[in-house]
């Protein structure tokens, strides 16, 4: 499996290494060189600096034909760009972005991204633990709920932007 | 019309003016309380100290009564968060994006944004248009780049026409020595005579290029 991650975080870093660590071949771009301090000593795959939104420079790290891609930095709306480069553009079949605002997080899983959102995540997470009912569907990746429609409303035919292909409604042309 | 603006840096600023003169009903959304207030202190309280990117503001903004939503801050994700959220959340008819990463163009309107401003090539297009299209074109750099080999295209507007090498001064660290004309090489003797359409090659210091330039191609950007 390939796969790239954008955001040299926390979450990305350490990601990296287990991804890493399982055998997967795994670039990790951040604007940042000393973001890649972060990573785990396991780590085996290329760290490269440079703009996860930038379609030349995730073309020349051979966005083409990965796996796997995660947009992981501490911008919302970079990761939203991010991720929908790696779908649209580059048919990526799994495609994630993490996605802090709540309102965004749905709206662009309804559009074909699959999106992971910390605040909800938490929020769950806590609400559970002091007792109070939580949603634990929540606490989990947000798979695609509809796809992107494509300019002017035209659905695209090609169907690269699902996690799972069992979650898309039929599409209509 | 209803109109949405977001991001109020210098294309906001203007683009709300020229709006409110045209007589438009126009909402500004400005996320730095500073800019935003600035902003409101000359043109009134139609601006928000809001950040458009999220969906609640949009919608206090009245998002889903607007016409138009444009997204024009210097960051192209933002705008383009902007014009998705207005278009599939809002049902905006016409969404307008700023778009400063030229790469960009082709995604943002597949991902639905109906119409782009892209600035940067905007600016290429002008520039290049004011690029004369005879310049010295650098071959290759000799003696650890000390001297260059140039090429010169000798155009109509080019004082070196009807003139021979003798005619031509050039200072000592210049020196013409192969014309190409109608594809052939030939040596630069002292009968030549240049034409419009020569190609010249040349050795030339650093220093001497503009010379050059003005003896074989005309005026420099200098000038």
């Known amino acids: ?173 | 019309m209803y109109v949405i603006v977001v991001g109020g840096g210098k294309v906001g600023y203007y683009l709300t003016k020229e709006l409110l003169a045209a007589g438009h009903e126009l909402v500004l959304l400005e996320k730095d309380r500073s800019r935003a207030k600035q902003i409101a202190d000359e043109v009134g309280s139609i601006v928000l100290a809001r950040d458009g990117c999220e969906g609640q503001h949009l919608a206090e903004a009245g998002a889903n009564r607007a016409s138009i939503v444009a997204a024009v801050t210097g960051d192209d994700e933002d705008n383009l968060v902007v014009c998705q959220m207005a278009k599939h959340h809002f049902d905006v008819p016409r969404t307008i994006a700023r778009v400063n990463n030229p790469r960009n163009e082709d995604l943002f309107r597949h991902l639905g944004v109906d119409e782009i401003i892209s600035p940067t090539r905007m600016a290429l297009a002008a520039i290049e248009q004011d690029i004369p299209v005879h310049e010295l074109l650098h071959l290759a750099q000799l003696e650890g780049g000390e001297l260059s080999l140039l090429e010169a295209q000798i155009g109509d507007g080019s004082p070196a026409i009807g003139r021979r090498p003798s005619d031509i001064t050039l200072p000592d660290g210049c020196s013409l020595f192969v014309l190409i004309r109608g594809e052939q090489a030939q040596p630069i003797r002292p009968e030549t005579v240049f034409q419009t359409g020569d190609k010249v090659l040349a050795i030339s210091r650093t220093e001497c290029e503009l010379d050059l330039h003005r003896q074989l191609i005309g005026t420099t950007p200098g000038d």
């Open chain 1, 1 to 173: 499996m390939r796969t790239i991650i954008v955001g040299c975080g926390r979450v990305g870093a350490v990601l990296a290494g287990r991804l890493s660590t399982a055998g997967d071949e795994v670039t990790i771009i951040d604007l940042l060189q000393d973001a890649f301090d972060k990573l785990p000593e396991g780590f085996s795959g290329q760290a490269v600096r440079g703009d996860g939104t930038d379609e030349d420079v995730l073309r020349r790290l051979g966005v083409e034909g990965v796996d796997r891609f995660f947009a992981l930095t501490e911008g919302d709306n970079r990761n939203i760009l991010a991720a929908q480069l790696a779908a649209e553009t580059f048919s990526v079949p799994t495609v994630v972005a993490k996605v802090n605002d709540p309102v965004r997080a749905s709206a662009y899983a309804s559009l074909g991204i699959a999106t992971i959102c910390r605040t909800s995540m938490l929020v769950e997470s806590l609400s559970g633990f002091v007792g109070l009912p939580s949603d634990t569907t929540e606490m989990r990746v947000m798979p695609p709920t509809g796809h992107h429609p494509g300019p002017h409303g035209a659905r695209t035919a090609n169907g690269s932007v699902a996690v799972s292909d069992a979650t898309r409604p039929e599409v209509e042309h």
